[in-house]
């Protein structure tokens, strides 16, 4: 098992990632990233609606099926130039072997906005 020893968090490290749940809003193809990704707009409730790239196309071929679908965020990285937008948020998802993404998604439904923690 590898050791985690040099990167322990304490609670208040934690504490500090806003990670939260978002209704995907829109999706589209984005054409201009140097890899095969889609432009994502979520809602996260009263935190506002967020637009962020995912490379997840690999297992998500459609991105429209993503609509309506709830995802798990990061909120408060500072927003980042991807290409022509400025990403506003770090949807989450296991990444396999072949790089293939699949998105971390709450088992219910929940209220846009809540706190994963």
Known sequence: MKNLDDNTLDWNDFMKVEIRAGTVIDAEIFKEAKNPAYKLMVDFGEHGLRKTSAQITKLYADSKTLIGSQ????INFPPKQIANIM????????VGENKEVTLIQPERKVENGTRVG
Do not use: D, M
């Open 71 to 74: 995802v798990i965020a990061v």
């Open 87 to 94: 990403s506003e948020c770090l949807v989450l998802g296991c």
